[in-house]
């Protein structure tokens, strides 16, 4: 019932910005850690970005500086700011998100995917 919606993929230029959001729905009670991972053709998903708990942000080397991590509680919703985005950020970009739904039950869940793509 829980389920991730990631949007705000597509085509940038180098030196351009995307912002990405993923919602969560379908009786969440509580978000708890929530990231992005990217994964390139060919290559394996890496984490991009995560919220492993309220106050406290990691970031990739890669991505450190250009991008920024946050949240709104009220929308349970996280998003990704790309800013000086280059071509090697393409891939396709997934919301992860754990927490509790009903309460008292904990879930763990990946988003769809959106596709980013750098290219002038």
């Given at each position: 019932q829980v389920q991730l919606v990631e949007s705000g993929g597509g085509l940038a230029q180098p030196g351009g910005s995307l912002r990405?959001?993923?919602?969560?729905?379908?009786g969440i009670f509580r978000l708890n850690a929530v990231g992005w991972y990217?994964?390139?053709?060919?290559?394996?998903?890496?984490?991009?970005?995560?919220?492993p708990s309220p106050g406290k942000t990691n970031y990739a080397e890669s991505v450190k500086g250009r991008f920024t991590i946050s949240r709104d509680n009220a929308e349970n919703t996280v998003y990704l700011q790309m800013n000086s985005l280059k071509p090697e950020d393409t891939?396709?970009?997934y919301c992860n998100a754990n927490?509790?739904?009903?309460?008292?039950?904990?879930?763990?869940?990946?988003?769809?995917?959106t596709l980013v793509t750098v290219s002038s």
């Open positions: 990405l959001s993923c919602a969560a729905s379908g990217r994964q390139a053709p060919g290559k394996e998903r890496e984490l991009v970005a995560t919220i891939a396709v970009y927490g509790f739904f009903r309460a008292t039950q904990y879930f763990e869940i990946w988003g769809q995917g």
